[in-house]
């Protein structure tokens, strides 16, 4: 063993508190991964209501369940919470839980930052809840109706809605840049003796990759939303052309975090992938130096080709063309990690537990979804595409697969090692077909709909586009209702279910399976030496 | 590995995080002036192309009596200027070489005297030096008394070396409001210019 010596606030064991104190003033890493996650699935469930209710108001052209200020409001509602309240905190409730086990570190290198960047989360969603309800009350003004990306001078137009949401983005990105400071610290100075950065599970490589991205972009997005603060209040003219700005600036600084963005959720479940596709395959992951590689590369080069989502704002000829070029050459690392799944898979013996199931499926789509990215990524294609229900189809293809299913394949690879329970495996496999089945046949015809020009964001629709939208709603109840399921399985399996091993799965590899399922409150207080 | 070791690593590591993230929210605020000043070097802004709108000499005067572009008009308003303002056609059919001219409505609808600034822009931008106005409102400041209705003609040019795979273009006004003693941003006054080059 180690030759550590601990301190004496270290060494000091005591059981975890009681009642409502033991989460309000938590500094367990467990017990703060708990609630990310909780509060991930809280958001989950709303983010799917607004979704629900823009697929039954598209299930025919005209305009039947809400007025079009509103629709646009749910979009707007449903991207947000989607990615600030569901992905993002998932992933991050992923990394409390399972870092400090991977690393051999007793607890996260700040636990009282840790604790402050959950508790801000639910004070942000409130603002954002509170964005969405005030315009329902007199003088409370209009509804956001610009979507997530908030553009200028629409944007600037709103009423004191945008004002909540703004603040909302504020206490959203401070939480999820202390959360990266933390993690970061935690992955560079509290490692087990002998684990050297190059030896680190990837799901630690991912979060180190996401954790850096965040505090990059984050913080340029915050300063983006508070000129839009200042050009509504205080006269400043940051987007506004008549006092010589430029609503273009604004959408720069919102696709500078906003593409990293995409790869800020879809890096933790390539991270979970890492560890599920080996342990059903039983073999070793394939190529792990040059998944670390494409990795850094992706994130690199993924840091300046912002501009691909605005092509038709009239940039000069070599810009587009230097954006288009980026862009495609992202996909050959990309593509490069997607290779290294699948020869991880190649003449292994494996199973298809319901992890496994996810992470094949997201093999499968995420690739389907990153060929549409390279369609819109041609300029002259995106001319067409632009705004389209094509776009639509592209990022639910890459981030369904690429963030949520790997949170999903995560959730029930981690939950017998969280619980001390497997989950009912037959549930698991049904969830994952209705699940599967209901998202394709959700957006695939969307792909159809938008090639044959139906435009996003807008309320009602031409009558030739009826059929697809009809299919695509029929998928989405299909799709949203299956979530019930999910949520039926993980209460079940917290309440009871056979026994779980320390190493639930026999091909699990990694510190943290030598640990007892569920876990001791306190564990690695002694750090264990890695070869 | 000492405890007390680790926390100081922690306390530093946290610090040169903490910096990166307050200069991350300055370089935000960084690329504001630096956006103007990349638009400006690499001619990405409209503004830069505006200068450039007439300026392609024309090789030939003659009408091009076998093409026929389509010229269509778009108008905006900026909040800050209480008037409606619109073209009297929504396009035109027009000869490369030979002149027309449109009229625009404008119409203040408030009982104050306001001067506004039309600000022109030409999609797609690689017509734009191929459009020549040799009249326009754009010119020139326009005051309106109050509740002021008025005509303001365009009279505007495209010329025969139009590229040949643009078939139409799009005009696009955006009328702002110019307070007392407030010159336009950008020199938008651009004279007339056909360079007849033989
Ligand atoms: C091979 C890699 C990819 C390429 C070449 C690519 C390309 C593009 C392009 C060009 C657009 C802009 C389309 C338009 O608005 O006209 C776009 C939109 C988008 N992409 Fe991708 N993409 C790729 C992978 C991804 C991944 C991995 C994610 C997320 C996990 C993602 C998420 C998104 C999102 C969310 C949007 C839409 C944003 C919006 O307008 O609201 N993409 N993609
Ligand atoms: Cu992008």
Redesign the interface.
């Known amino acids: 063993m180690s030759t ?4 004496h ?2 060494a000091h064991h005591h059981d975890a508190p009681k009642g409502w104190r033991r989460w309000l003033f938590s500094t367990n890493h467990k017990d703060i991964g708990t609630l990310y996650l909780l509060f991930a699935l809280t958001m989950l469930f709303l983010g799917g209501a607004s979704a629900m209710l823009i697929r039954m108001e598209l299930f025919m052209p005209g305009i039947q369940l809400v007025d079009p200020d509103l629709y646009n409001n749910l979009v707007t509602n449903h991207a947000l919470i989607m990615i600030f309240g569901a992905v993002m905190p998932a992933a991050a409730g992923l990394a409390n839980w399972m870092i400090p086990m991977m690393i051999g570190a007793p607890d996260m ?2 636990p009282r930052m840790n604790n402050l960047s959950f508790w801000i989360l639910p004070a942000a969603a409130t603002m954002l809840i509170l964005s969405f309800v005030v315009p329902f009350f007199p003088g409370g003004g209009t509804q956001i109706n610009t979507g997530w990306t908030l553009y200028p ?1 629409l944007s600037v ?1 709103v009423g004191m809605s945008m004002d909540f949401l703004i603040f909302a983005i504020h206490l959203l990105g401070i939480s999820s ?1 202390l959360a ?2 933390n993690i ?2 935690t992955l ?3 490692r087990a ?1 002998g684990m050297a950065l190059m030896k680190m599970p990837m799901f630690c490589w991912t979060w180190l990759v996401t954790a850096f991205l965040l ?10 939303v508070t ?1 839009l603060l200042f050009d509504r209040h205080f006269g400043t003219s ?1 987007f ?3 006092g ?1 700005g ?1 609503p ?2 604004f959408q ?2 919102f696709w ?1 975090f906003g593409h990293p963005e995409v790869y800020i959720l879809l890096l933790p479940s390539i991270g979970v992938l890492s560890h599920v596709i080996p342990a059903f395959s039983r073999k070793p992951l394939f190529g792990y130096n040059s998944m670390v590689g494409s990795m850094l590369a992706v994130a690199t080069i993924g840091m300046v080709v912002w501009a691909h989502h605005q092509y038709t704002i ?3 000829m ?2 587009v063309t230097y954006f288009m070029i980026g862009t495609i050459i992202i996909s050959i690392p990309v593509g490069l990690m997607i290779f290294n799944f699948i020869a991880t898979m190649w003449r292994g013996s494996m199973t298809f537990e319901t992890p496994m199931l996810f992470a094949i499926a997201i093999v499968l789509m995420f690739t389907f979804g990153g060929l549409s990215g390279v369609m819109l990524a041609v300029v002259p294609a995106d001319m067409q595409y632009h705004d389209s229900m094509f776009v639509v189809a592209h990022f639910h293809y890459v981030l369904m697969p690429g963030a949520v299913f790997g949170l999903f394949a995560g959730v029930f690879y981690w939950l017998p090692k969280w619980t001390g329970h497997m989950y009912d495996e037959r549930l698991g496999k049904i969830f994952f077909w209705t699940n599967v089945i209901g998202f394709n046949i959700t957006f695939f015809p969307q792909h159809f709909l938008g090639l044959a020009g139906m435009p996003r964001r807008i309320i009602d629709y031409n009558v030739m586009f009826t059929e697809f939208n009809v299919i695509s709603s029929v998928g989405a109840i299909i799709f949203g209702l299956s979530h019930l399921l999910l949520l039926y399985i993980v209460i079940k399996t917290i309440r009871g279910g056979k026994k779980a091993e320390s190493r639930s799965w026999e091909g699990a590899k990694g510190l943290e399976w030598e640990l007892d399922s569920p876990p001791a409150f306190h564990t690695w207080t002694v750090a264990p030496q890695v070869k | ?4 070791d ?1 926390q100081r ?2 306390r530093r ?2 610090l040169l ?2 910096g ?3 200069l ?2 300055g ?3 960084a ?2 002036p630096l ?2 000043l990349f638009c400006q070097v ?5 503004i830069a ?1 505006r200068a450039e709108m007439g300026r392609i000499p024309m090789t030939s005067t003659e009408v091009d009596e076998a093409r026929l572009i389509t010229v269509k008009f778009d108008t905006t308003v ?4 209480p008037w409606e303002f619109e073209a009297a056609k929504a396009s035109m059919q027009v000869h490369p070489g030979q002149m027309y001219e449109v009229n625009f409505v404008a119409n203040n609808r408030s009982s104050a005297t306001v001067t506004g600034q039309a ?1 022109p822009s030409v ?3 690689q017509a734009t030096p191929y459009f020549s106005k040799l009249e326009c409102f754009c010119f020139n400041r326009q005051t309106l008394e109050g509740h002021e209705q008025t005509d303001m003609p365009l009279r505007f040019m495209v010329s025969p070396d139009l590229p040949a795979e643009i078939h139409s273009l799009t005009l696009s006004y ?1 009328f ?2 110019l307070k007392a003693g407030q010159e336009p ?1 950008s020199p938008t006054a651009i004279p007339p210019a056909i360079v007849t080059a033989q």
Request: aromatic share 8%; net charge negative.
């Open positions: 550590t010596t601990l301190s606030d270290e290198a700040l001078p137009q840049v990266s400071i970061i610290v560079l100075n509290m003796p505090i990059l972009v984050v913080p340029v997005l915050a300063g983006g000129m940051f506004d052309a008549a010589g430029d273009v600036l720069h600084l500078f009239g940039m000069s070599g810009a | 590995m000492q405890a007390g680790t690593k922690n590591t946290t995080l903490g990166m993230v307050v991350m929210f370089f935000g605020f690329l504001v956006y103007n690499t001619g990405t802004q409209s192309l900026n909040p800050n200027l600000i999609a797609p931008w955006s702002m409001r941003e």
